[in-house]
């Protein structure tokens, strides 16, 4: 179960850096935050890296690179955008859909497949996004939360980030198999923290002050999610891609707690029941 361990950790940490974004977003330019903090975080990688060892490469690893790094751009993009509007109690569970859509993507590109428990627990996640919506409306209706969702934009936007996640993580892991869990992540946060960079200063000349100002913040911000993709990507070696990533999504309780704690959110009983749902899927498929 050491796999399950680590997925834990960086489930922790990612919850601890959408706090950092959420908090960092509304003062940044989103271009400038995504580069500044994945490129430090490519920074920590391959100096980890180095020291380890660098791997020999397989012949898939530029293409999965690649195709990962372009959809987590988009994702980057979209998720900075609706952090700036949207509870982050309320956003970010919405990515505890992405096992949903696993189970046909994980099993498309890499044929991994959860067992029959697997899916009740999928049914879980469903049930309760479902009920963590329901906790934004009064109305008795069973039918209001599905069709209140559409009405809320972060919400539905925080859906789609899901499903671009779904197909990135089994690019993630092919990334990993084709070099290990170090220079993987370290490629890919290059080619994400790279490209915001170009990005940057495309539309700002003014981007190289804010990075001077910034700096400290934006490594920081790379640490943390060096944490998160270090643990995670070799879990990745040792399960496959549904189970992960069901496990990782343990980041949305602490995510709540963080929205309650450190930015007044309000519902938070209402949205840590539909949570905890969430999280009693991801570990019966884990468990079982």
Known sequence: MLWAFLVVFGAVMNATYYAFIKNMVRGVDPCVLAGGVFLSASAVLFAASAINGFPELGEDFLISVFATGSLNIIATLLYFRVLKTTDLSLAVPMVSFTPAFLVLTSFIILGEFPSVSGIFGILLIVAGGYLLNAGERNSGDAKGPLSGMPNNRGV?????????????????????????????????????????????????????????????????????????????????????????????????????????????????WKRTAGALIMVAGAVLIVLF
């Open 156 to 268: 539905v936007t925080m859906l789609a980030v899901a499903f671009l996640y779904s197909i990135s993580s089994n690019f993630d892991k092919l990334a990993v198999l084709n070099s290990d869990p170090l220079f993987g992540s370290f490629a890919i946060y290059l080619v994400i923290g790279g490209s915001f960079l170009c990005a940057s200063f495309a539309g700002n000349p003014e981007s190289g002050r804010i990075y001077r100002r910034h700096l400290k913040k934006l490594m920081l911000g790379g640490a943390i999610i060096s944490l998160v993709a270090m643990p995670v990507n070799t879990a990745l070696t040792m399960q496959i891609v549904p189970y992960v990533i069901s496990l990782k999504r343990m980041s949305i309780i602490f995510s709540v707690f963080y929205g309650g704690l450190l930015f007044r959110e309000k519902h938070m």
